[in-house]
């Protein structure tokens, strides 16, 4: 008995001063669990940790070669009796399977895959159990004695409260982890600084990445980070709107801002609250709003171009029911007029005029036809080989009967044998237009078609004129729907945007090229290539 007794304070002594040595919490607790067993012969020992909220899991074990010992549970496998067995306060729970034991604590050995079994629970500081210690399959299936039973809860009390110290460190290395985690992940920049002297105190990945990393902001100022050209506090420093009177926090304080060597926006959200060492610190968080900003900034051309739309629209309309009822009047007057006469001459004239006013509003109805068309998208083309100077010399001959006074209509600079594959009737309606403009504006000199092969694969037609010219202030607008550079001209203001949307729907380009009073020369280019 005395051999015992000196092996059991020999066992208990070393026990003691492993729990309260300098070694490694893991080191302390696996040597503990190897001593507990070879002194009271267990076959294994183990320690299950809940995660806190619905597994225990397998955190350490010694002699489980075999695995015997589930990796986890969850805690609802647990019966009322095996969790009420694993609390008990005072002593741990002993069961060997055998003919005197109950069939709840048979249960409960089996559900560890034991023999015998001796558990104890293990609290944290709030008497909250986290886990519990076990021992598996005794050499000896002789029970303890309740006396040996509180020994061994106070060993274990001891071991339970290593487990417990490793838990918290746990805890806070994963709480620092999973805030941190958050705090990188959330998209959203963040830092902290200084209420009072600007020092810079925190700064998250999304916040430093900009800027070349964590170390750009250690040791600084809050302007002298985030500028070049600072030299003190920033002007525009939500400071005055985040304490009131008594310096105590107020509400959160928002604005946008624009990130001075990107340009890109944020939405910055300032606010003053207590920082870990007391004093009182200044948290701002950025929300990256630059496509936000984008799109209302697309809204806003959007608006302005419907708004002038609208207005194009309406001014348009009210000088459609002018432009058609022109010729209308003109057509319905002189028809009368035409009944009337009996002079041959008069006839011919009223004729004339009848043609010319029908002409004009079936360029005007063609027009309108065409914007609706080109919005509806259902302007088609129809490709095919074209003969450039067969359907030029068209063109100018049939627009040289509107040719009147001084004026020479030219078809100049032609390459012997030109063909391209285009739309005739797009191609002609494009150069008819720009021959129909200069007539309306040169009173005396030349009109010149003209064209000129510009590159192997483009060719480039042009229409000359020395009429009055464009104002340079105007020149960028005359491809512009419902523009008309002079009111008092016949027209509709869409011939130059049907043209511009025609080249375009062609793969060319259009343009203008003009002096004030000294003529303008309108031209487009065309891909230059066949139909082989």
């Given at each position: 008995m005395t051999r015992e007794k000196e092996n059991y304070n020999a066992f208990l002594l070393h026990f003691l001063e492993r729990l309260n040595g300098c070694e490694s919490i893991e080191n302390k607790i696996t040597e503990s669990l190897t001593d507990i067993c070879e002194y009271y012969g267990f076959k294994r020992g183990f320690i299950y940790q809940t995660d806190g909220f619905r597994y225990f899991y397998l955190k350490e074990t010694v002699g489980n070669s075999d695995n015997i010992l589930r990796q986890r549970f969850e805690i609802s496998e647990m019966t009322n009796q095996h969790a009420a067995r694993i609390n008990g306060k005072n002593k741990p729970f002993y069961a060997c399977r055998n003919q005197n034991t109950s069939w709840d604590d048979v249960d409960i050995v089996d559900f560890y895959k034991v023999d015998s079994l001796l558990i104890r629970q293990i609290q944290d500081s709030e008497g909250k159990i986290i886990g519990f210690i076990g021992f598996g399959d005794r050499e000896h299936a002789i029970s303890f004695t309740d006396e040996e039973l509180q020994m061994i809860h106070l060993i274990l009390g001891s071991l339970s409260k290593e487990i417990a110290v490793r838990e918290y460190k746990e805890r806070e290395v994963r709480a620092s982890k999973t805030l941190s985690s958050i705090m990188n992940n959330m998209g959203v920049d963040i830092y902290v600084n200084s209420f009072d002297s600007h020092d810079m105190l925190y700064a998250n990945e999304s916040m430093a990445a900009p800027y070349g990393g964590i170390e750009h902001f250690e040791g600084k100022k809050c302007w002298q980070a985030l500028y070049k050209d600072k030299t003190g506090e920033c002007e525009f420093c939500p400071k005055k709107h985040l304490?009131?009177?008594?310096?105590?926090?107020?509400?959160?304080?928002?604005?946008?801002?624009?990130?001075?060597?990107?340009?890109?926006?944020?939405?910055?959200?300032?606010?003053?609250?207590?920082?870990?060492?007391?004093?009182?610190?200044?948290?701002?968080?950025?929300v990256d709003i630059d496509h936000q900003k984008t799109i209302e900034e697309e809204l806003r051309i959007a608006k302005e171009k419907a708004e002038n739309l609208d207005r194009l629209k309406s001014a348009f309309l009210a000088n459609m029911s002018h432009e058609i009822r022109t010729p209308l009047n003109a057509?319905?007057?002189?028809?009368?007029?035409?009944?009337?006469?009996?002079?041959?001459?008069?006839?011919?004239?009223?004729?004339?005029?009848?043609?010319?006013?029908?002409?004009?509003?079936?360029?005007?109805?063609?027009?309108?036809?065409?914007?609706?068309?080109?919005?509806?998208?259902?302007?088609?083309?129809?490709?095919?080989?074209?003969?450039?100077?067969?359907?030029?010399?068209?063109?100018?001959?049939?627009?040289?009967?509107?040719?009147?006074?001084?004026?020479?209509?030219?078809?100049?600079?032609?390459?012997?044998?030109?063909?391209?594959?285009?739309?005739?009737?797009?191609?002609?309606?494009?150069?008819?237009?720009?021959?129909?403009?200069?007539?309306?504006?040169?009173?005396?000199g030349t009109i010149a078609l003209g064209y000129e092969q510009i590159s192997s694969q483009k060719i480039k037609f042009y229409v000359r004129d020395t009429g009055v010219g464009i104002p340079a202030n105007k020149i960028n607008s005359v491809f512009e729907r419902f523009v008309k550079l002079n009111n008092f001209a016949q027209g509709t203001g869409l011939g130059l945007s049907i043209c511009k949307s025609i080249i375009t729907q062609m793969e060319g380009e259009i343009g203008v090229d003009s002096t004030e009073g000294a003529g303008s020369c309108f031209w487009f280019t065309l891909p230059y290539h066949t139909n082989e």
């Open positions: 304490i009131d009177e008594n310096g105590l926090p107020t509400k959160v304080y928002s604005w946008d801002y624009q990130r001075p060597f990107d340009k890109c926006w944020f939405r910055v959200f300032s606010a003053a609250f207590a920082w870990i060492d007391g004093q009182m610190a200044h948290v701002i968080t950025s057509i319905v007057g002189f028809s009368s007029l035409l009944a009337e006469t009996e002079s041959k001459e008069e006839c011919q004239d009223y004729i004339k005029i009848i043609q010319d006013n029908n002409d004009l509003l079936l360029r005007l109805i063609s027009d309108i036809l065409d914007l609706a068309k080109i919005e509806a998208g259902t302007f088609n083309f129809v490709y095919a080989d074209l003969d450039v100077n067969e359907v030029c010399s068209e063109i100018i001959k049939s627009t040289g009967m509107k040719v009147k006074g001084d004026i020479k209509l030219l078809f100049e600079k032609q390459i012997p044998e030109c063909h391209i594959y285009t739309d005739k009737n797009r191609f002609m309606q494009v150069i008819t237009n720009f021959i129909n403009n200069a007539l309306k504006f040169t009173h005396e």
